[in-house]
């Protein structure tokens, strides 16, 4: 015997368990879900000694098709590519569009200096290096044991 146990949030479910249970799948659907989420693409954030580094995962772009820009202490990373397909034959016309398009924003710390900022496309990945301040950078020294 299985037990299965419905936990909705509602104490009196006049509907029945089964009608939130559809719902529920279609609109958790894993197919939806992987949609949703791949119009955003995946991002490494590393500090190091010198530097912030940010990847951002954007395969199938073009260096032109990147806008970055920086607002204050707010750096935003966009990126708008459209595509059209054309296919004419004898008695048919077919177009398909394309449009991929994203917008991602990250706040930079006080220690970033924000005069030294790159930006390098290679194979798929975006990679923005944020120099750090003199002040910020970590300064390591010897502690003497009294």
Do not use: C, W
């Given at each position: 015997?299985?037990?299965?146990?419905?936990?909705?949030?509602?104490?009196?479910?006049?509907?029945?368990?089964?009608?939130?249970?559809?719902?529920?799948?279609?609109?958790?659907?894993?197919?939806?879900?992987?949609?949703?989420?791949?119009?955003?693409?995946?991002?490494?954030?590393?500090?190091?000694?010198?530097?912030f580094?940010?990847?951002l995962?954007?395969?199938?772009?073009?260096?032109?098709?990147f806008?970055?820009?920086?607002?204050?202490?707010?750096?935003?990373?966009?990126?708008?590519?459209?595509?059209?397909?054309?296919?004419?034959?004898?008695?048919?016309?077919?177009?398909?569009?394309?449009?991929?398009?994203?917008?991602?924003?990250?706040?930079?710390?006080?220690?970033?200096?924000?005069?030294?900022?790159?930006?390098?496309?290679?194979?798929?990945?975006?990679?923005?290096?944020?120099?750090?301040?003199?002040?910020?950078?970590?300064?390591?020294?010897?502690?003497?044991?009294?």
């Amino acid at each position: 015997m299985t037990l299965v146990k419905f936990n909705h949030g509602l104490k009196n479910n006049t509907v029945g368990p089964f009608f939130n249970d559809v719902f529920d799948s279609i609109l958790n659907d894993s197919f939806l879900g992987d949609k949703l989420v791949a119009r955003v693409p995946a991002v490494n954030i590393a500090e190091t000694e010198n530097e912030f580094q940010i990847e951002l995962a954007a395969p199938g772009l073009k260096k032109e098709d990147f806008k970055i820009n920086l607002d204050k202490n707010v750096l935003t990373v966009s990126a708008d590519k459209k595509a059209e397909n054309v296919e004419e034959g004898k008695k048919f016309s077919k177009r398909e569009y394309s449009y991929n398009a994203f917008t991602r924003s990250f706040t930079l710390p006080e220690s970033a200096d924000h005069s030294k900022i790159e930006a390098d496309y290679t194979d798929g990945i975006l990679k923005l290096i944020v120099a750090k301040k003199e002040e910020a950078k970590f300064q390591s020294r010897e502690i003497a044991v009294k």
